[in-house]
């Protein structure tokens, strides 16, 4: 396809300003890229930071990681995708490839082959959520997750207790998935009341009403009754200096991994007030000697080579098909075209109008 052919993008033009719509080039794909053409995407916190804090943004830029589609047009050299298949992924590296929009054309390992019996409306909650809970856990906090699981395969640390904090965001639901097809019986969560019986099905063996002015000394009791460490890992999938990394350094003890979803939030967009935000986990709470901080950059997943061609065109996929992982409870936004469902999801993320579930929107509808 030409260069000189466009296509409709959503993208931000400036800090809490409306979204607009952009004509973008409609690129062809090079040797290892697709062309895809997007029909379902979901509205994510970091849509929310990039619009209205203008987080790590260049303005104009198309908003949007996660996406599913139909592949159009294929490079010459790859070989795991032809033009028809339907397909789900993480895409953030340019305007190119962002979501929020009617074509991306991007790398093929960004992209995992839709299971047969699964909707794009369903997994399109998987992608960035269920990379960054990966990645996460590899990365950041040691857990080994070797793919293919070894059959009979049991973590020489299986009792050892694992706190996610916010066990009902989208990266919690995964976190706690993956955790358990691996073999970790211990693993603690935090999340509102509503949400307990659903996470304690996904795997978790206790959970605490983070709203609770006693959920500390109930976790670090919860803790000590099997070591003195208390908890070793914590994965805190909210970032909020006030909600949830005060709380976990009052928990975090000497020995302990924490890693933070990135940006820290210092204070949260509302409809009255611009949000703030910060990158230094270690400056955001005082921690006590001997715990070690880390902020996630799920970006940097494809570092490491084995992740980089094998977790979303492999295992992302697989899990799903298997039933390890389930997609996320869905919320539609409707609109009129995809400028105004875009809109609306950005004010649902503003007012934290959602809980336990996505926020999904149909990308184009025929006539666009």
Same mark, same amino acid.
């Given at each position: 396809?030409?260069?000189?052919q466009? /296509? ?7 800090p ?10 409609? &690129?062809?794909?090079?040797?290892d890229?697709i062309?895809?053409? &997007?029909e ?5 916190p970091?849509?929310?930071?990039q619009?209205?804090?203008g987080?790590?943004?260049? /303005?104009?830029?198309?908003l949007? +990681?996660?996406?599913?589609g139909?592949? &159009?047009?294929?490079? $010459?050299?790859?070989?795991?995708l032809?033009?028809?298949?339907k397909v789900?992924?993480f895409v953030w590296?340019s ?8 074509? &991306? ?8 082959? @839709?299971?047969?019996?699964?909707s794009?409306?369903?997994?399109v ?8 809970a990966?990645h ?7 857990v ?9 395969? #049991?973590? #020489?640390?299986? $009792?050892?207790?694992i706190?996610?904090w916010g ?5 919690? *639901? ?10 970790y ?7 509102s009341?509503r /949400? ?11 959970v605490?009403?983070?709203r609770? %002015?006693?959920?500390? +000394?109930? @976790?670090?009791?919860?803790g000590?009754?099997?070591? %003195? ?7 805190d999938? !909210?970032g #909020?200096?006030?909600?949830? @990394?005060?709380p976990?350094?009052?928990i975090?003890?000497s020995?302990t991994?924490?890693a933070i979803l990135?940006?820290? @939030?210092? =204070? ?14 270690g ?13 996630? =950059?799920?970006?940097f ?5 084995f /992740?980089?061609?094998h977790? *979303?065109?492999?295992?992302?996929p697989?899990?799903l098909?298997?039933? !390890?992982?389930k997609?996320?409870?869905q919320?539609?936004?409707d609109?009129k075209?995809?400028l105004?469902?875009?809109? =609306?999801a950005?004010l ?9 579930e ?5 990308v184009a509808?025929?006539?666009e």
């Open positions: 396809m030409s260069s000189t466009t /296509h409709l993008a959503v993208a931000t033009p400036g809490r300003e409306p979204l607009i719509l952009i004509q973008r080039p409609t &690129v062809s794909p090079s040797s890229e062309r895809v053409r &997007v379902w995407v979901v509205s994510t970091l849509d929310l930071h619009a209205d804090g987080l790590l943004v260049k /303005h104009p830029q198309v949007g +990681d996660s996406l599913a139909t592949v &159009v047009e294929v490079g $010459d050299q790859v070989q795991s032809k033009v028809g298949d789900f992924g590296s305007d190119q490839e962002r979501a929020q929009q009617t074509y &991306v054309t991007a790398p093929h390992w960004k992209f995992g082959k @839709i299971p047969e019996g699964f794009m409306k369903e997994v909650t998987l992608p960035n959520n269920f990379v960054t990966w996460t856990f590899t990365t950041d906090l040691g080994e997750l070797p793919w293919p699981k070894p059959e009979g395969y #049991s973590p #020489s640390d299986a $009792d050892k207790p706190l996610i066990g009902s965001s989208s990266v919690g *639901q995964y976190a706690i998935q993956i955790l358990k097809y691996y073999g019986r211990n693993i603690i969560a935090t999340a009341q /949400h307990h019986e659903e996470l304690r099905g996904l795997g978790a063996k206790v605490f009403d983070y609770n %002015e006693g959920v500390v +000394d109930q @976790i670090l009791a919860t000590n009754e099997q070591q %003195e460490n208390s908890i070793p890992r914590i994965l999938c !909210i #909020s200096v006030e909600g949830s @990394i005060r976990i350094s009052g975090a003890k020995g991994t924490v990135l940006p820290v @939030i210092v =204070r949260h967009a509302s409809d009255a007030e611009a949000p703030i935000y910060g990158m230094d986990v400056a955001a709470a005082e921690w006590k000697d001997g715990v070690k901080v880390r902020g996630v =950059r799920t970006h997943y494809a570092d490491n080579e /992740h980089k061609y977790l *979303q065109p492999e295992i992302m697989a899990l098909k298997e039933g !390890i992982v997609p996320n409870a919320k539609l936004v609109g075209d995809m105004e469902r875009a809109q =609306r950005i649902a993320l503003r007012r934290r109008e959602v809980s336990g996505r926020l999904v929107w149909k509808d025929a006539h």
